[in-house]
């Protein structure tokens, strides 16, 4: 890092944000330096995005003050922060789905004319300049979650922001990627950028932040340089206890395995995405399906639900022995299949309702089926005890999920999935952008699941996550299973050579 400016380039004094009387900030103090790398961590719903979101202009504390260059400002909206020179790269993207990704990028810089070549050229360099592998002229609303975090990422870059903030940045990105942003990051600090970037991979904060702030409950913990924490030291400011001592997630039970698989797989083919993949998957099991981004585990997934249409003769499906293929999700939901999707946002909830009304919707879906009148009073019911028994947590009652932590949306969509009493669950980066804690929580869902009988697919990027939870791992490459290996058998070394080589 720099040596320290006489004035910070951002700083809040005394920074509280209140929604019905209840404080999701109180009382902060923060302040990031030019040319600083300033990591904040925290358990979902500690206040982190909270803090992020009133640098950014897009809230307005309740009490306190926000300073830019040692001046004192209030921003009414993001376009007066992005005029101070800062910028924000949201955990769920904010791109427009109808434009094209050089579009994107410009939007908010364009001119009266505008040129599509010229457009498209200068988005293209700003691409090349990042190494991000995306085309300009492709619709954002077709991108994958990494790319589009790319074209976010992008976008602030070509604003030439001062102060950029990052909220979960490497979440959907390869480790590959990851190392490259660190590297891009580390460059815009040499050139006097400031940056804040909100981590639930505390490694990342350890090992790349100039300083860490720890919020809980919406309150600021401590600040200091990262040599001063290590990951034990973290988590006890996060949380106020070591994580042991909420007691370890049950381990794989490696029960053994049915003659009848819940659901076999032959020779799917999807495009140019998924080329000829086959597997089996068997109750009582949580099955990892690793490898890169662009593999084809999720898009495999999709097939099974009728999300997306295989090839014409692209293979079969056969669930609990009978052969399937299903033209629209809902036939799958009927037939006990249940999806966790990886973008939570965007298909995951309804953004504007409440937990209750979230989660009585998806037991609505496989069980007010063919009903002349919809019974609401059950569908609350259940809803309720689902809440209860996921410990989904809210500032108050009724509130709607888009306003809850990213952990707590996680479980909504769970909980959705769960309350259709599946046969087949099917696990897309379960626990991305979701903290230490509720990883845990989730985690031991993933794996009550399969204890039930029900069997499990669980996607991830995490390769610990995989190892941790599998009893077996299928490592997808260009489209097709290119290696399996039992949970005993497995290494972090062989499954990472099978999905590279």
């Not at 910028?87 to 109808?98: A, F, H, K, W």
């Not at 086959?278 to 495999?300: D, H, K, M, Q, W």
């Not at 953004?351 to 009304?357: A, G, K, N, R």
Request: aromatic share 4%; charged share 20%; proline share 4%.
């Amino acid at each position: 890092m720099t040596a320290k400016a006489v004035r910070p380039v951002v700083s809040l004094e005394n920074a509280t944000k209140t929604y019905g009387g209840i404080a999701a900030l109180a009382e902060a103090n923060f302040e990031l330096y030019p040319g600083e790398i300033h990591a904040l961590v925290g358990e979902n719903g500690a206040g982190k995005s909270t803090l992020c979101k009133l640098i950014a202009g897009v809230i307005a504390p309740s009490d306190g003050l926000l300073r830019v260059d040692g001046e004192t400002v209030t921003f009414l909206a993001p376009k007066d922060a992005s005029a101070r020179g800062i910028s924000m790269v949201y955990q769920e993207t904010s791109l427009v789905p109808q434009l094209t990704v050089a579009q994107n990028i410009v939007l908010g810089r364009e001119r009266a004319f505008n040129s599509v070549r010229k457009v498209r050229n200068a988005a293209r360099q700003v691409l090349q300049r990042l190494n991000f592998k995306v085309d300009p002229s492709q619709l954002a609303g077709s991108l994958s979650a990494a790319k589009r975090q790319m074209v976010e990422i992008a976008r602030s870059v070509l604003n030439e922001a001062r102060v950029i903030i990052l909220d979960e940045p490497t979440a959907a990105l390869t480790p590959e990627e990851t190392d490259h942003l660190f590297d891009l990051m580390k460059s815009l600090q040499r050139s006097g950028v400031a940056m804040i970037f909100i981590s639930h991979a505390l490694e990342e904060a350890l090992s790349h932040a100039d300083r860490i702030s720890v919020l809980r409950n919406g309150r600021m913990m401590v600040t200091g340089p990262a040599t001063d924490f290590d990951r034990s030291s973290l988590i006890r400011h996060m949380i106020g206890e070591d994580l042991n001592e909420r007691g370890p997630a049950p381990a794989a039970a490696g029960a053994a395995r049915s003659v009848v698989p819940v659901l076999r797989v032959e020779n799917i083919r999807m495009g140019s995405i998924v080329n000829n993949m086959s597997f089996s998957i068997f109750p009582g099991e949580v099955t990892g399906i690793a490898g890169l981004i662009g593999s084809g585990r999720s898009e495999v997934a999709k097939v099974i639900m009728g999300h997306t249409k295989r090839n014409f003769g692209g293979g079969r499906i056969w669930l609990d022995g009978r052969e399937v293929r299903y033209a629209i999700p809902a036939e799958a939901v009927a037939d006990g299949i249940a999806y966790v999707s990886e973008d939570r946002k965007l298909d995951g909830f309804f953004d504007t309702l409440s937990v209750t009304e979230n989660v009585g919707l998806g037991w609505l879906a496989k069980f007010g089926r063919r009903t002349l009148l919809a019974p609401f009073g059950r569908m609350h019911q259940v809803a309720r005890e689902w809440e209860q028994r996921l410990s989904i947590r809210g500032i108050a009652a009724n509130q709607p999920v888009l306003h809850l932590s990213g952990g707590n949306q996680q479980k909504v969509v769970i909980a959705k999935s769960l309350v259709q009493q599946p046969r087949l669950v099917i696990f897309d980066e379960p626990t991305r952008g979701v903290d230490v804690g509720a990883i845990a929580e989730i985690r031991q869902i993933i794996r009550s699941i399969a204890e039930s009988g029900a069997g499990v697919i669980l996607i991830s990027s995490y390769l610990p996550e995989i190892l941790d939870l599998s009893d077996r791992i299928l490592v997808a490459k260009s489209g097709t299973i290119a290696a399996e290996f039992s949970r005993a058998e497995a290494t972090a070394e062989k499954i990472l050579h099978a999905a590279v080589h």
